[in-house]
C-alpha cells in the first residue's frame, strides 16, 4: 500500500471515531417529577447578568446510583426565571446502566421556548478529574457557546443556535440527580464571570440554593463542596 493510500486510510479511520463521540438526545421534556437541584445561584433573580460564566468541578464515584437515573454537576446562564425556568448548561453526567454502574459523559443542554436540546460527548475521559466548564452567550447573537477545558486543553466547544429568549438573566453552579442518586462529595471552585469585554472575575456574591437530601458546604461566593445526604 502506497503512503498516500495509508495516509486516506488512517485519515477515513480517525473520522469514523470521531463520528461516535458525539451522541445527540433529543427528547420532548425538561425535567422528571424526581428531579431535584441544589447548588449556588448568582443571585437566584432576574438581573442584567454578565455574557459568561465557568467554573470547576471535580465530581467522585457515585455512591450509590440505579439504571436509567442519573447525576449532573454543571454551570448554567438563566434565560427566564419569571414565566419558565429556560437555561443553557454545560456539565458532567453519570448516567446509571446497572445497579452501581454507570457511565459518564460531558454534558450540554439548552432548553428555551422553541426547544429542550441535549447533547453528550462519549469519548474516553478520566471521570474524576477537575475539568472547566463555560457557558457563553455569543456577541451580537441568539446563540450560545459551551466549553469544557483540561488545562490548555479544549474538550468540548459546541454551539447552540437561535435560542428564544437569549439574553442572560442569572448564573447557577448545580447538581442535578434524578433520585434514587447518592453522591460522593462534589467539589465546585473557582467560579467566575465575564463581560463580553474584559477579564474574568470570580463570584463576587451568591445565594444557596437548597433542596430537601442535599448538603451544601459553602466556602465562599466563588467555591462549595455539594452531596446528597
Excluded at 428531579?35 to 448568582?42: I, K, L, N, S
Excluded at 458532567?92 to 459523559?105: K, R
Excluded at 468540548?156 to 439574553?167: H, M
Aim: proline letters at 4%; hydrophobic letters at 40%.
Amino acid at each position: 500500500m502506497s503512503a498516500t493510500a495509508r495516509c486516506l486510510r488512517d485519515y477515513l479511520l480517525y473520522l469514523s471515531i470521531l463520528s461516535l463521540t458525539l451522541i445527540t438526545f433529543p427528547i420532548g421534556a425538561t425535567t422528571t417529577s424526581s428531579d431535584a437541584q441544589a447548588g449556588y445561584a448568582f443571585k437566584n433573580e432576574e438581573w442584567a447578568a454578565p455574557p459568561l460564566t465557568a467554573g470547576n468541578i471535580t465530581v467522585p464515584k457515585m455512591e450509590e446510583i440505579y439504571e436509567g437515573y442519573d447525576c449532573i454537576a454543571f454551570m448554567a446562564i438563566v434565560l427566564d426565571y419569571a414565566n419558565y425556568y429556560y437555561y443553557v448548561l454545560c456539565g458532567y453526567e453519570a448516567y446509571g446502566i446497572d445497579w452501581n454502574e454507570y457511565t459518564w459523559y460531558f454534558i450540554a443542554i439548552c432548553n428555551d421556548a422553541i426547544s429542550f436540546r441535549r447533547v453528550r460527548w462519549g469519548f474516553a475521559i478520566d471521570p474524576f478529574a477537575t475539568y472547566r466548564y463555560t457557558v457563553c452567550h455569543i456577541y451580537r447573537s441568539n446563540d450560545y457557546q459551551v466549553l469544557v477545558e483540561a488545562g490548555v486543553n479544549t474538550l468540548v466547544n459546541y454551539r447552540f443556535n437561535d435560542l428564544s429568549p437569549y439574553i442572560q438573566v442569572d448564573h447557577q453552579a448545580m447538581v442535578r440527580i434524578n433520585a434514587p442518586v447518592k453522591t460522593g462529595l462534589i467539589h465546585f471552585e473557582d467560579l467566575t464571570y465575564r463581560g463580553y469585554r474584559g477579564y474574568a472575575h470570580n463570584w463576587y456574591t451568591h445565594i444557596k440554593v437548597p433542596y430537601p437530601g442535599f448538603v451544601i458546604d459553602e466556602r465562599g461566593d466563588y467555591e462549595f463542596y455539594i452531596r446528597t445526604d
